[in-house]
Nanobody
Framework: QVQLVESGGGLAQAGGSLRLSCAAS????????MGWFRQAPGKEREFVAA????????RYSNSVKGRFTISRDNAKNTVDLQMNSLKPEDTAIYYC?????????????????WGQGTQVTVSS
């Protein structure tokens, strides 16, 4: 059974940084796509970034491109999201997700497995 557990959320000031981590277990993830999504109060869950576990190709939403970096650690079975130059509009619950299609999709319905989420709050 796939389990995804996020950590690293918290409070940051605008312009600051946070690093989120997603610990993945229960499968061999070499063929998986690992994604990060976020959901702000009253808004739909939106795509942030994704990485193909094998090969490491990545994709980002326009709103975070150049500020956020997604990476994976094969030894630790984790997927991290380094968030720099944070803005108040980055405030949301951030979710880790996994998809075994092998293709990077940006739609939340393409992902089969989800973590419980971690809160990120950016103050101005």
């Amino acid at each position: 059974q796939v389990q995804l557990v996020e950590s690293g959320g918290g409070l940051a000031q605008a312009g600051g940084s946070l690093r989120l981590s997603c610990a993945a277990s229960g499968r061999t993830f070499s063929s998986y796509i690992m994604g990060w999504f976020r959901q702000a109060p009253g808004k739909e869950r939106e795509f942030v970034a994704a990485i193909r576990w094998s090969g490491g190709s990545t994709r980002y939403s326009n709103s975070v491109k150049g500020r956020f970096t997604i990476s994976r650690d094969n030894a630790k079975n984790t997927v991290d999201l380094q968030m720099n130059s944070l803005k108040p509009e980055d405030t949301a619950i951030y979710y880790c997700a996994a998809d075994d299609s092998g293709v990077i999709f940006t739609t939340k319905t393409s992902y089969d497995y989800w973590g419980q989420g971690t809160q990120v709050t950016v103050s101005s």
